[in-house]
């Protein structure tokens, strides 16, 4: 309220001046009552996993529409020092449940930030692929008869045909070096996936994912894996990661594992900044 108005006002009614200035503690104190608690929801929203929000310019946004008219958006990463002269590997990267939506951004909050690191993006040069399924999809659907008891969706077919017919076409990618990672629900899809399709990834890394052991074969085991998972996962039971890599070494393939400690469902945020992770997954090669 303006000083002028206050003071008349008070003219007229002695007791005006007192009451307002005992308002004024209160409306203080209710106003750092509201900061208060606007900092503390602030502090509940979700924080990305490395890197300021300017990280994902790096991204190229995309949709890729296939013959059909069906479409599939994606987030594009291309090496940082490409030259069309030479040939580059590339990773395909299936987020879990919650990257799920239309925004064509949140499949990057639950790892491909982490492959910003310039410790990983000055020493290797490689493109990162990372779709977007439906809100209301998966990457894999249930379907009796077919290897694994599952089929790819809609999503992962358009995925799949980006990484293998359509980039190629635009950029030098080397097809004896495509790899695949996924986490959560994107992680169980790896795996199933390397089952279904042997022979079309030169190696995989499935985190805090896990699946039916009985659906691997020594045709899928030749792919080499190196699997992330916390022993107190509360989603996906650890003992299911355990079973996979133990079946895939029964079917004479090579399985890594590692096992966290206390992470839950969070154990990305460690897998995707091993220093030793990039050195051997970019060893590894299809005949």
Same mark, same amino acid.
Do not use: C, M
């Given at each position: 309220m303006p000083r002028a108005r206050r003071s008349a006002s008070s003219s007229q009614w002695p007791d005006a001046s007192r009451s307002l200035h005992r308002c004024e503690p209160v409306l203080l104190v209710s106003r750092i009552a509201a900061l208060s608690l606007s900092c503390f929801i602030l502090a509940l929203l979700p924080i990305p996993a490395r890197g300021s929000t300017g990280d994902t310019n790096e991204f190229l946004t995309r949709i890729h529409t296939n013959a059909a008219g069906r479409t599939l958006p994606y987030r594009l990463?291309?090496?940082?020092?490409?030259?069309?002269?030479?040939?580059?590997?590339?990773?395909?990267?299936?987020?879990?449940?919650?990257?799920?939506?239309?925004?064509?951004?949140?499949?990057?909050?639950?790892?491909?930030? =982490?492959? +910003?690191?310039?410790? &990983?993006?000055? %020493?290797?040069d490689f493109f990162l692929v990372a779709p977007q399924c439906p809100r209301s999809a998966g990457w894999m659907e249930t379907a009796l008869g077919?290897?694994?008891?599952?089929?790819?969706?809609?999503?992962?077919?358009?995925? =799949?045909? +980006?990484?293998?017919? &359509?980039?190629? %076409?635009?950029?030098r990618i080397d097809p004896k070096r495509r790899y695949l990672t996924g986490v959560s629900m994107g992680g169980h899809a790896v795996w199933a996936t390397l089952v279904r399709r042997p022979g079309f990834f030169a190696a995989a890394v499935p985190v805090c994912s896990g699946g039916d052991s009985s659906i691997v074969?020594?045709?899928a085991a030749k792919c080499p894996v190196w699997a992330f998972h916390s022993d107190d996962d509360h989603l996906v039971p650890v003992q299911q990661a355990r079973d996979l890599v133990q079946a895939w070494g029964k079917h004479g393939g090579v399985a890594k594992y590692t096992e966290y400690t206390g992470l839950k469902h969070s154990s990305w945020k460690k897998a995707f900044a091993e220093p030793e992770l990039f050195e051997w997954l970019f060893g590894q090669r299809l005949p």
């Open positions: 990463l291309l090496p940082k020092h490409y030259d069309p002269a030479q040939t580059y590997p590339v990773i395909l990267y299936l987020h879990g449940a919650a990257g799920r939506g239309e925004d064509n951004a949140k499949q990057l909050d639950w790892g491909p930030l =982490l492959f +910003l690191d310039p410790a &990983v993006r000055d %020493k290797y077919n290897p694994a008891g599952v089929r790819e969706s809609e999503a992962l077919r358009l995925a =799949l045909e +980006l990484v293998a017919d &359509v980039l190629p %076409k635009e950029f074969t020594k045709a």
